[in-house]
């Protein structure tokens, strides 16, 4: 390795797969400040600019959706096997000493070019139900990191399991990670009221912009004096303001929320997707969720999740496939929006739950598989 080691952090698909990857490479280049990091992602543009916008290097790694028919099966065998062309050829000429996998759609070739080359590499598992990805390089990682304990029993005997928890992205450990572990009382917003978030266009949660508009009319009083912002993600901004019109509901819709954290900080109570980011930043934040999974997914890793944050943390668990969803929507936030103390109990558990120094902790991890000092260390905590 050479005095300025290559780090190459591969995610993507989804800005969750990126975020932590961001709060990672900034607590190792803390330490290791010569060292060079690339992150590795499936080209979109807006993981281009999220990441260039970071500071870092960014590659983009071939990879297809999982072939829907017969004819469709060749373009996905030469896309995956050009990604991992592309990711052999990235390990050789840029010379990297270590590889980190967020999961995602380039962590998957990445890994296995990683495995073949001899390059060591280090895997975050944010969810609560390993991915088939983490279980099939398990064997060969230098390192697994956990966000949840309840993870380490779900994966191979011996594997090198490293308890962390959750990673979000760096406005949140700004805002969030000043190590206290308690509930922290929602700031007053400036329109004076209480705030529902809602994030819908997260990985294709296209469900939440096309029913939460209905969800929000059923509420009726219950909705009474607070103010919706509603994240619809691309392409969905203008039927989402007509869907809230043809409601009868005032809401602020908007493409992508930038300053999250911020926003954050003046929140009651958020809908989103019970992604393994997603749980880590509100557990960090204290705020209270309604967790809705993503009924297309076929590994159950948000169903884990979402049963995980039910029973630890009391969030509501509405489920997208069964019935009128916009009716059990509502049923299950109104109980949330008239009782400002169930509010309070979700968020005081998660808040207690959180790992504000979990980037920290992985960064020093790597800095030991590379055999590099990590000054200020936190302290390395093995999964039982």
């Given amino acids: 390795m050479s005095n300025e080691p290559h780090v ?35 080209g979109r543009a807006i993981e281009r600019h999220t990441v260039s916008a970071f500071g870092l290097a960014y590659a983009t790694i071939p990879r297809a959706d999982s072939p829907q028919g017969v004819l469709s099966a060749p373009g996905y065998v030469a896309s995956n096997a050009a990604g991992w062309c592309v990711s052999h050829w990235l390990l050789r000429e840029q010379e990297i000493d270590l590889v980190i996998s967020l999961g995602g759609h380039a962590a998957g070739p990445v890994v296995r070019a990683a495995r073949a080359s001899g390059v060591p590499y280090v895997i ?25 304990e309840e993870s380490a029993p779900r994966l191979p005997m011996g594997a090198p399991v490293l ?7 760096p406005g949140f450990e ?7 572990s308690g509930w922290r009382q929602p700031e007053p917003n400036e329109a004076g009221r209480p705030r529902l978030v809602v994030l819908g266009g997260v990985g294709g949660a296209t469900s939440l912009n096309a029913s939460m ?18 994240q619809t993600g691309d392409g969905w901004l203008t039927e ?34 019970p992604s ?41 668990v509405v489920q997208e496939s069964e019935g009128d969803f916009s009716k059990r929507l509502a049923e299950q936030l109104a109980p949330l929006l008239i009782d400002s103390a169930s509010r309070q109990r979700i968020a005081e558990r998660l808040a207690k739950n959180s790992q504000p120094h979990a980037a920290s902790v992985i960064a020093e991890a ?7 000092a990590a000054p200020g260390g936190q302290g390395l905590r093995r999964a039982a």
């Fill in 366 to 372: 790597c800095c030991s598989v590379l055999g590099v």
């Fill in 276 to 316: 393994g980011s997603a749980l880590a930043e509100l557990s960090l934040a204290g705020i209270p969720a309604a967790l809705v999974p993503d009924s297309r997914r076929r590994d159950a890793l948000h169903q884990e999740n979402a049963r995980l944050a039910e029973l630890r943390y009391g969030c509501p």
């Fill in 163 to 169: 308890y962390t928890g959750g990673v979000g992205r």
């Fill in 174 to 180: 700004d805002a969030f990670g000043d190590g206290s």
């Fill in 240 to 273: 989402t303001e007509r869907r809230y019109q043809e409601a009868g509901v005032e809401a602020v819709a908007v493409t992508y929320i930038d300053e999250l954290a911020h926003l954050a900080r003046e929140t009651d109570l958020v809908v989103c997707r």
């Fill in 213 to 230: 508009p209905q969800a929000a009319s059923r509420l009726g009083e219950a909705l009474s004096g607070w103010q919706i912002v509603h």
């Fill in 124 to 148: 975050i598992e944010q969810n609560c139900l390993p991915t088939p990805a983490t279980l099939a390089a398990t064997r060969d990682a230098r390192l697994v990191c956990v966000a949840h």
């Fill in 8 to 42: 190459l952090i591969a995610g993507g698909g989804s800005l969750g797969n990126v975020y932590p990857g961001l709060s990672i490479a900034r607590r190792f280049l803390q330490r290791v400040p010569n060292a060079k990091i690339t992150l590795a992602g499936d």
